[in-house]
């Protein structure tokens, strides 16, 4: 099962069935703050649609297609972290992420980003992470770039929220610029 420490007090868990109330516990008590830009939260209303996530995310693990984690701060839940079906012919993957706004501010998600960038990397000898971030989402934004990810260009009303079209930056880390950058510090808050 995939266990990481990231910080004191702070693990990434592979998400799993007996997971479903803590997760949807962290959703329902911060839905105005998590759907300025997730389209999943007005259509996650009962524990039954988490655990059909959850069981939909174990179903990709068991294919070895990547996983959904958790991520639990002091024993709560605090977030999610995971990634799309890797793509193993081209050895690509992209990831995508929440935490609950009590958690914000703390570097936590660059943590857990960069856990799964080690992950995709070393453990599945990946060649290329990519994140999707909208326009007007600065503080996701400021999470690949504080990694050191590149800029690579904008995908013009690529997410609809709400009724609302969103243009979206794509973000490209190279498994070379990963192992460079691990030579020397690049993270800075
Ligand atoms: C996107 C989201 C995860 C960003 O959360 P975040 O707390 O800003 O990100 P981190 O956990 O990496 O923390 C970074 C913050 O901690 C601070 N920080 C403190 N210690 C730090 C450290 N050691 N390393 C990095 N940052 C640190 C940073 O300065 C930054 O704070 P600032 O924005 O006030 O400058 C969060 O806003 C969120 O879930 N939003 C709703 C859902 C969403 O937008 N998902 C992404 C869709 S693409």
Redesign the pocket.
């Known amino acids: 099962m995939f266990r990481a420490s990231l910080l004191p007090g702070v693990e990434l868990k592979l998400l799993e069935e007996r997971h479903a109330y803590a997760l949807y516990s962290a959703i329902s008590s911060d839905r105005e ?2 759907r300025e ?2 389209p999943w939260v007005d259509a996650t209303r009962s524990t039954d649609d988490t655990r059909e996530f959850i069981d939909k995310s174990l179903r990709q693990f068991a294919k070895n297609a990547g996983f959904h984690a958790g991520i639990w701060v002091d024993g709560e839940y605090a ?1 999610t972290i995971g990634c799309q079906a890797i793509n193993w012919a081209n050895r690509k993957v992209e990831l ?4 609950g706004s009590r958690y ?7 943590a857990a980003v960069s856990a799964m960038c080690d992950q995709a990397f070393d453990e599945w000898s990946l060649n290329r992470v990519q994140l999707q ?2 326009a007007g ?1 600065v ?2 934004q ?2 690949p770039r ?1 990694l050191g990810f590149r800029e690579e260009g904008l995908i013009e009303q690529g997410q609809l929220l709400y009724g609302k079209f969103h243009d979206l930056i794509v973000f490209g880390m190279l498994r070379s610029m990963w192992e460079r950058n691990r030579q020397g510090p690049v ?1 800075s ?1």
Not at 96 to 99: I, M, P, S, T, V
Not at 104 to 110: F, K, S
């Open positions: 703050y998590l830009w997730l977030g995508g992420y929440w935490l914000t501010g703390r570097g936590i998600m660059t971030c909208a989402n503080r996701s400021a999470i504080r993270l808050s």
